[in-house]
């Protein structure tokens, strides 16, 4: 009687633990989906924000200053602790301050704009402007006029819209870079 109750729970039992491995196997497979697609739509936003600013020119100086792919203001690079690499030095030797440095310092600058923005993360889903406020728009729009510009913007309901020299505003970014899935 024991051997067949054994052999009964072990039969009964044994689809349930099929079925367990077999959601555990999903789950395992569409974080790493989730994952790569992230990581891919990162990709994308950082390609294009390189275009937007320099046709992702590596070697490119505009005529404020700005320089690389993503025109760093030689201030902001100091801020990042890249004390060493300046304008003048630059132009004597893009070397100092090649393609993947640039990136480095790139998704550093995010991380610090993403920090100092996580107070206004509540905006993500509003319409200003026409625009509705995402993540990567907030990102870009950080990096075309800094945290405390974008933070203007948000807090002014879009009153304060400052733009760049080349005319470009923060609202322009926003709209602009909206579409792109970045956890």
């Known amino acids: 009687m024991t051997f067949l109750f054994i052999v009964i729970s072990n039969v009964c039992i044994a689809p349930a633990i099929s079925f367990r491995l077999k959601v555990l ?3 395992k497979i569409s974080e790493y989906a989730d994952r790569k697609f992230h990581e891919s739509e990162f990709s994308r936003f950082v390609d294009d924000l ?3 600013e320099s046709k992702n020119n590596w070697l ?3 005529r404020i200053g700005c320089f690389g792919e993503w025109q760093f203001a030689e201030s902001t690079l100091r801020f990042l602790g890249y004390k060493k690499i300046t304008l003048k030095k630059f132009k ?3 070397g100092i301050f090649p393609r993947e440095m640039q990136r480095n310092a790139l998704e550093s600058l995010i991380k610090v704009n ?7 993360e509540h905006f993500v889903g509003d319409t200003i402007k ?7 728009g907030m990102i870009a729009a950080s990096h075309l006029g800094g945290a405390r510009g974008l933070k203007l913007f948000l807090a002014s309901d879009g009153r304060i819209d400052r733009k760049d020299v080349l005319g470009t505003s923060i609202c ?3 709209d602009k870079f909206r579409f792109y899935e970045l956890e």
């Open 114 to 120: 993403l920090s100092l923005l996580r107070n206004y």
């Open 25 to 27: 196997e999903f789950r």
């Open 60 to 62: 490119c100086v505009n």
């Open 172 to 174: 322009d970014y926003l």
């Open 92 to 94: 004597a030797d893009p």
């Open 50 to 52: 390189g275009y937007s």
């Open 130 to 136: 026409g625009v509705v406020v995402t993540k990567s």
